[in-house]
């Protein structure tokens, strides 16, 4: 049997990656772990939650404003451009949102397949928004996407599947 008869399970018991794929190869069928399923579900709900907090939080710009108006102490700043920064700030993070769960999407999908490489970018994705929201900026809406991407991180790091996420050898065969 040649490297390219080999099966990506049997590629992966020799603890090498997946075959590279041409274009135009047939997608093979993937047939990941039970926790990987679960966890390619959780990063598509984490990144559909993350928008929709953000979302929220844009519905409520009028009552930030209102409030950030009332506690101005400094005659510098004018209402407008409070407005104008608020604004500037919502649709900023309304847009992340959008762009991490894509990004949620896309590396979920490559974890789904095997790819160790987009676990660990997924570990540190969670890791990012975690501490954005921790620290910067949160509602209860996206600290559940937080949640969400943390359990999805845990479940694709459990023993069982392990050998689904080969470590690549310091010499291949």
Do not use: C, H
């Amino acid at each position: 049997m040649t490297d390219s008869d080999e099966s990506d399970d049997q590629r992966r018991a020799k603890g090498l990656p997946p075959a590279p794929r041409l274009s135009g190869d047939p997608q093979p069928t993937v047939n990941p772990p039970k926790p990987v399923k679960v966890s390619f579900v959780l990063w598509i709900l984490s990144g559909l939650v993350l928008i929709a907090g953000y979302g929220f939080t844009l519905t409520a710009k009028q009552r930030m404003i209102d409030s950030l108006v009332e506690m101005n102490n400094d005659a510098n700043i004018t209402n407008e451009q409070i407005a104008s920064g608020v604004t500037s700030l919502l649709w900023m993070l309304f847009v992340g949102g959008i762009v991490f769960a894509v990004l949620f999407w896309l590396f979920a999908y490559k974890a789904r397949e095997g790819t160790r490489s987009a676990r660990t970018v997924l570990t540190v994705l969670a890791a990012l928004v975690l501490v954005f929201q921790m620290l910067l900026f949160s509602n209860l809406i996206t600290l559940g996407s937080a949640l969400l991407s943390i359990v999805a991180v845990a479940l694709m790091y459990l023993p069982s599947v392990q050998d689904y996420y080969p470590k690549v050898p310091k010499r291949l065969p």
